[in-house]
């Protein structure tokens, strides 16, 4: 490396570290979680599941459980599952497919 190039890196090296700091500071404000609000308030205000009761917790969960099972029994069953896909550059795909197999995983 020349005289120069040593120079304009050496100079340049604030902007560099400035560049790396803006990339971290994005990844790390891209990745935080945000709470998935299970509804709202008469006033539009979103609620979370931490503010919910302890019942009303219980209650949801059950909900979404029984959901889920209802979806493993419909992707259990012998009927092929029919999927339309689009590719990025715009085109159409459809193709059916059969699950062979869902291990289930019971938490008691």
């Keep these: 490396m020349n005289k120069f190039d040593k120079n304009f890196h050496m100079n340049f090296s604030p902007f560099y570290l400035t560049v790396v700091f803006m990339i971290i500071v ?7 979680a945000e709470d998935k609000a299970v509804g709202y308030t008469t006033d539009g205000l979103p609620v979370t599941f ?21 979806l493993v029994e419909e ?12 590719t990025p550059d715009g085109r159409t ?3 059916s497919c059969r699950v062979v197999n869902i291990n289930k995983v019971n938490e008691e």
């Design 26 to 32: 994005a990844f790390a404000f891209e990745t935080t």
């Design 50 to 70: 931490e503010d919910l009761s302890a019942e009303a917790r219980q209650e949801l969960l059950e909900k979404e459980m029984a959901e889920a099972d209802d």
């Design 75 to 86: 992707a259990t069953s012998t009927k092929p599952v029919l999927v339309t896909a689009t």
């Design 93 to 95: 795909m459809n193709y």
